[in-house]
């Protein structure tokens, strides 16, 4: 009995570790791996605020996807994935690998978030993850909406 429970915990804990390293990556500019196919009618977009809105310092983003559904990093379900927020972005980030520090990961698979910005005029735009954080193809990204904090 005591070797079957001791082999059952090794196997659990075996387990956890291959679903945890599964979705972890290195963001180096040298990493490329095969992008998850999407819906080519998916979209992700800003429910509010809306573009052009004067908010306060600290305001709720709330993200909508239509075509696919919101799944948390690290599980691998056909047309779903996870939400990325760009602030103050120039540009979008690679496509070709994992999103890194230039977004804001919602890797549980939240739809809303509370953020507080300086005074001044930001932009906000999404950026749909799969499993591992990575764009889909085509990737889904939202318009880029412009804010104005109070």
């Not at 998916?42 to 993200?63: H, L, N, R």
């Not at 990325?84 to 690998?97: E, I, M, S, W």
């Not at 977004?103 to 939240?110: A, D, L, S, T, Y």
């Amino acid at each position: 009995m005591k070797k079957s429970a001791t082999l059952s915990l090794l196997a659990i804990a075996l387990g956890t570790f291959t679903l945890n390293s599964s979705f972890a990556h290195d963001h180096s500019d040298k990493q490329t791996i095969k992008a998850t196919p999407a819906p080519e009618n998916a979209s992700a977009y800003i429910i509010s605020p809306q573009d052009g809105a004067t908010v306060s310092e600290t305001f709720t983003i709330t993200f909508g996807l239509q075509g696919m559904g919101v799944s948390p990093a690290g599980f691998d379900k056909k047309n779903t994935g996870h939400h990325h927020l760009l602030v103050d972005g120039k540009k979008l980030p690679a496509f070709d690998r994992p999103m890194g520090s230039e977004v804001k990961h919602f890797g549980g698979g939240q739809t809303q978030t509370d953020v507080t910005l300086a005074k001044g005029e930001h932009t906000l735009q999404l950026i749909l993850g799969d499993h591992r954080h990575m764009p889909h193809s085509p990737a889904i990204v939202s318009k880029k909406i412009t804010v104005t904090v109070k």
